[in-house]
Structures are given as structure tokens and as C-alpha cells.
């Protein structure tokens, strides 16, 4: 079984202001791992994915994730944050090859202030 | 690609009631999975379809819990006898049956038990 944790539940920043957004799994197995966001009122929106290959991976909104095995991290990244980057994000793990359900983490909601 | 639909989006019922929701996956997906999502926590899995095969259950899925997809496209979730503890948001996500599979989700339905 896999598991997700996500350290922060809440995350203030100012505009234009860098963040990270911690995610640390368990698994026994090899993962697959995801950053989802949800907006308010709005269902769960995939921001990005990592399957294999390069460990950092990016949005096309200028996020990126950097897959650490050895530290079983997936933080998620941003230079300069906008006001409507505010939203809950979600980390997510499945097991790799034969992916099925996905195991989220609690979510970390990031508040941009201006 | 109209995405992932549920109906209907919310739901006020009372304790002992019976409840049915629906989801329409995207089109050519043939994996269809429903999750689980109370205020302030990740989306916890409940059960997943390969075309119309119910392959997957979560313990989660008490003997109330009957999903169905009879023909391998649209899937119901029903609830029967509800509980004021199912009051969550029910999601609906969709893929197709690749070995880099994404899931798409939809809107969700809001469940309130009174």
C-alpha cells in the first residue's frame, strides 16, 4: 500500500513571492505521482505528473516538481506566484505499470495575498 | 471533449433515505472510479470499472454502497439508508487503460445528510 503525506495544510504567501508545497509518500513498490489542484467550487484539475524518465517535471503554468526516491519526495514548486494560483493542491501516488487508484494526500491550501 | 459529468452536483437528503448519483466518464475512457472526499482531506478511493467489471472495492464501500455501469459507459453510486456520515463530496474520475494512465475528474456531487 501506498501512502501520501502533505506537511503543510496551509500556506500563505505574498504575490510574486517563490513557494513550495511539501509532499513526502511511502510505498514499497515503484510510483507513479501527481500534483492536483482544485479551485474553489470546481473539481480536481491535473497540474503534473510524474511517470518516468526526468525526475523534474513542469505545468504549463510555470509550476515543477522534482521526484527525490531517496528522500521519497514529490515538493512542488513555483518561482512567483499569482493570485489565481490560489487553490487546494493535492499530491497523489499510485503504483507504477498497472496504475489504478490513486492515493491522495490530505491537501495544502495555498493562499496568495496581495 | 466535454469532460467528466456528475449529477446532479448537490444533494440534501435525510438520515435513512436512499440516494443515487451518476457519472458520464469522457467518451473513449474505459476506466471509470469513484472517490470519497470530506472537508479538509484528500479524495479517498471507493471503487473502480474496466469497461462494465466492478475490479476494485475499498473497505470504505460499506454493504450501503452499491456502484454499478452496465454497459461500460455511464456508472451509478447509490447510497442506500444514508448515514449523516456519508455527507462528503462524491467524485467521479475517468481513464483510459494505458500503462501511463491519467485520471480526469468531474465537477463532483455535494452529499448532505441531515
Known amino acids: 500500500a501506498q501512502s501520501v503525506t502533505q506537511l503543510d495544510s496551509q500556506v500563505p504567501v505574498f504575490e510574486e513571492a517563490p513557494v513550495e508545497l511539501r509532499c513526502n509518500y511511502s510505498?514499497?513498490?515503484?510510483?507513479?505521482l501527481f500534483w492536483y489542484v482544485q479551485y474553489p467550487n470546481q473539481g480536481l484539475q491535473l497540474l503534473l505528473k510524474?511517470?518516468?524518465?526526468?525526475?523534474l517535471v513542469e505545468s504549463i503554468n510555470g509550476f515543477e516538481a522534482e521526484f527525490n526516491k531517496s528522500q521519497t519526495s514529490f515538493h512542488l514548486r513555483k518561482p512567483s506566484v499569482h493570485i489565481s494560483d490560489t487553490a487546494e493542491y493535492f499530491c497523489a501516488v499510485t503504483r507504477s505499470g498497472s496504475a489504478r487508484q490513486l492515493t491522495f494526500g490530505s491537501g495544502t491550501q495555498l493562499t496568495v495575498l496581495p | 471533449d466535454t469532460g467528466v459529468s456528475q449529477d446532479p452536483r448537490h444533494k440534501i437528503t435525510k438520515r435513512g433515505q436512499n440516494v443515487t448519483f451518476r457519472c458520464d466518464p469522457i467518451?473513449?475512457?474505459?476506466?471509470l472510479y469513484w472517490y470519497r472526499q470530506t472537508l479538509g482531506q484528500g479524495p479517498e478511493f471507493l471503487t473502480y470499472f474496466q469497461n462494465e467489471a466492478q475490479l476494485e472495492k475499498s473497505r470504505l464501500l460499506s454493504d450501503r454502497f452499491s456502484a454499478e455501469r452496465p454497459k461500460g459507459s455511464f456508472s451509478t453510486l447509490e447510497i442506500q439508508r444514508t448515514e449523516q456520515g456519508d455527507s462528503a463530496m462524491y467524485l467521479c474520475?475517468?481513464?483510459?487503460?494505458?500503462?501511463?494512465?491519467?485520471?480526469?475528474f468531474g465537477p463532483g456531487t455535494r452529499l448532505l445528510v441531515l
Open positions: 510524474y511517470l518516468s524518465g526526468s525526475t
Open positions: 474520475a475517468s481513464s483510459q487503460d494505458t500503462v501511463q494512465e491519467t485520471q480526469y
Open positions: 467518451s473513449e475512457h474505459n476506466r
Open positions: 510505498s514499497s513498490v515503484s510510483v507513479y
